[in-house]
């Protein structure tokens, strides 16, 4: 071998020995803290995500399959009892001096592989396919591999609907995109919609103007009682929103009353969610803002810059990250909320959000499971957009202000 490639092989080998030397040294850095710190966050996220993705695989699911087994089946291939109709009776024919019932139980363009068949739910598989299998009310009933049933009787088949047939059968998962039509052309779901929006988008933006003016206030002017007032905002933190819902509500009707303004309208759950999460508002903001390098806004006050021009161009831009990790929060707690808007709003179908029209498809459908996953899912695309959106920001403006 030549020499300069004899050296470069000798050269990588050095090189690739003290990378894992590196490595080992950094694994033995590692404390067993970490460690599990890091095995808990693995664990919530999986936790987390597994209801999502189940609840994503059933709202796409065919709605039969949904009823009879959960959506850890939907995956693959599997085993199921399942009952199917013949034909209806008007469809029988008279043959060899017994009435006939023919066809296939499998749903209308699939195929099937039956197992076994049976006369009742609680025996389906009591027959083997292609066997004759004698009924109690004397009738005979024979039902193929493929599906091909034969059902005679001595007597006329009367009524509107087949008889029911009870099977099992391998069945390859069926998936459809009918329940969110279904769901998205219900009525009153895009009103819903769009009054989730009219709550929502001023009840995230009106608190974060006002807990920006307080937090810079809190900050960086010279005002008496500035200690006692930042108390009282974290104090307010721990007030539970179920004990001051009530209170709010009375006072809100006594001014509405007042200036005769009708109780149920946007104003007031917009004013209910802003006193609602302006605590917090306050003291993530102020967190961030105080915590801004002071040579800066020295250095604009020197320039004869005002409180408002420092607040509404050096500040605001670079408060953006604890601002976005606010908007967050606010639109997440705003959009998935049923008890404020409930109270504030009522159920009419003026102003019912989409939580609310949600919770009435729940208690007029709620056998319809494929309904109400596709419901639960519409739900949350929006959240969901919002959250990968500024997720970035979240983490840089919750631990603001943590670390000198």
């Known amino acids: 071998m030549p020499k300069h490639k004899w050296r470069t092989v000798k050269m990588s080998a050095t090189q690739t020995q003290a990378r894992s030397s590196t490595l080992v040294q950094r694994m033995k850095r590692i404390s067993p803290l970490t460690i599990v710190v890091h095995l808990s966050v693995l664990l919530l996220v999986i936790m987390w995500t597994i209801p999502t993705f189940g609840l994503l695989v059933s709202s796409i699911r065919d709605k039969d399959q949904l009823a009879v087994s959960g959506w850890w089946t939907a995956l693959s291939s599997s085993e199921q009892n399942l009952i199917a109709r013949t034909n209806a009776p008007s469809t029988q024919v008279f043959e060899n001096g017994v009435y006939i019932l023919k066809g296939n139980i499998a749903p209308e363009g699939e195929s099937v592989e039956v197992l076994a068949f049976g006369s009742s739910s609680q025996d389906p598989s009591a027959f083997e396919p292609g066997t004759t299998s004698t009924l109690r009310n004397g009738n005979t009933l024979n039902v193929e591999t493929n599906g091909d049933y034969v059902f005679s009787s001595e007597k006329e088949f009367t009524g509107s609907r087949g008889k029911r047939i009870f099977y099992q059968a391998v ?35 009106i608190p974060i103007l006002i807990a920006a003016f307080a937090a810079y206030a809190l900050s960086w002017m010279q005002m008496p009682f500035r200690g006692l007032l930042l108390a009282v905002v974290i104090g307010l933190l721990v007030v539970p929103l179920q004990m001051s819902l009530i209170p709010l509500l009375r006072l809100y009707n006594e001014i509405a009353m007042y200036f005769g303004v009708g109780a149920k309208s946007y104003l007031g759950i917009w004013l209910a969610h802003t006193g609602f999460g302006l605590p917090l508002a306050i003291y993530l903001l102020r967190n961030y803002i105080s915590n801004l ?7 604009a006050r020197v320039d004869g810059a005002t409180d408002f021009d420092i607040f509404r161009r050096i500040v605001l831009p670079l408060s953006f990250p604890a601002l976005a990790s606010f908007a967050i929060f606010q639109f997440l707690w705003v959009w998935n909320d049923l008890l404020v808007a409930t109270v504030f709003l009522g159920n009419g179908d003026e102003f019912l959000v989409l939580t609310g029209r949600l919770r009435e498809l729940l208690g007029s459908r709620g056998g319809n499971w494929e309904i109400l996953t596709a419901s639960a899912f ?27």
């Open 171 to 205: 069945e390859k998962p069926r998936w459809t995109l009918d329940n969110y039509r279904e769901v998205l052309s219900s009525e009153g779901l895009g009103q819903s919609f769009i009054n989730s929006l009219t709550v929502t988008i001023p009840a995230t933006i």
């Open 293 to 299: 390098p002071r040579e800066i806004i020295e250095s």
């Open 378 to 404: 519409v739900t949350m695309i929006v959240p969901i957009t919002v959250f990968f959106t500024l997720q970035r920001y979240l983490v840089r403006g919750l631990l603001a202000g943590s670390v000198k």
